[in-house]
């Protein structure tokens, strides 16, 4: 048994399906044989270009629902692929909820993080064996803002920022266990891991001719990232990093600290 369908938000309706600032479409089935619900659904924003959706052709994000006789599970965006939305190309803003027996990954840490990555080591719990089987649920969020390149006279600026958390409670079962302690991990097989993190880059400087070429020089350069990740409870494990950098005048004063 099949149910597809399309729906078009805030536009009038004799007007074209392009015209719409928000559409919709949702595709559910059940197996009959198989006693198998799934389905899911999918959304595209365009307001103004003011408000839209952070996927190709402007996709904010999709929902997934599975339901069957032992397994089920309903993902609201997923790490790799969260709800997307941006604001006036200044601001990103990402999501995800999942729940249910099937859980993808743990997420990794933003790639421009790789830096700090080493000091909150996750990957114990990424093992196979450990994250094939086990539902629970994880939720997440992120802010991304950027000025871009600003300019204003001789002098040129782009600041950027970024912050974000990661949280997952799982029920890896009574058969994972930690060495050297006796029972299931967590309790009773239930156990949590979370991350968060932040980090600003900013960046003035002058561009003048010199000698007929056009020339950038940059007077400050600064960047600062902290990581905090915690897995608990039973055993309980916490590790934080922060880095900081700055460079004055194209590098004549500048200094860095981890």
């Known amino acids: ?5 399309d729906g078009r938000f805030m536009t009038e309706i004799n007007k074209d399906g392009s015209d719409s600032k928000v559409k919709a479409t949702v595709n559910i089935q ?13 959304a595209f924003i365009n307001v103004a270009d003011i408000i839209k959706g952070g996927g190709p052709n402007n996709k904010a994000g999709r929902v997934d629902f599975y339901f069957a006789p032992k397994e089920w599970y309903i993902y609201i965006g997923t790490p790799s692929s969260p709800i997307n939305l941006k604001l006036m190309k200044l601001l990103s803003a990402k999501s995800y909820f999942m729940v249910g027996t099937v859980l993808p990954d743990f997420p990794p840490l933003p790639a421009n993080l790789s830096k700090l990555t080493s000091k909150i080591n996750f990957s114990n719990m990424r093992q196979e064996n450990l994250t094939k089987n086990g539902g629970g649920f994880a939720f997440g969020a992120s802010v991304l ?15 950027e920022l970024g912050a974000g958390f990661d949280f997952m409670l799982k029920n890896f079962g009574d058969d994972a266990r930690c060495e050297g302690h006796n029972g299931p991990l967590g309790i009773n097989g239930w156990y949590a891991q979370g991350q968060a993190w932040a ?11 010199v000698f ?13 990232a902290a990581v905090l990740g915690a897995q608990l409870p039973n055993p309980t494990y916490l590790a934080g990093a922060v880095e900081a950098r700055y460079s004055v005048l194209g590098g004549l004063v500048r200094g860095k600290c981890h």
């Open 1 to 5: 048994i099949t149910f597809q369908g």
């Open 30 to 42: 059940y197996l009959v044989s198989k006693k198998e619900l799934s389905g899911y659904a999918e």
């Open 145 to 159: 803002a950027s000025t871009g390149e600003q300019r204003f006279l001789i002098f040129y600026g782009k600041f």
């Open 199 to 209: 980090w600003v880059d900013a960046k003035v400087g002058i561009k003048v001719r």
């Open 212 to 224: 007929r070429k056009k020339r950038s020089f940059t007077i400050i350069s600064a960047g600062f």
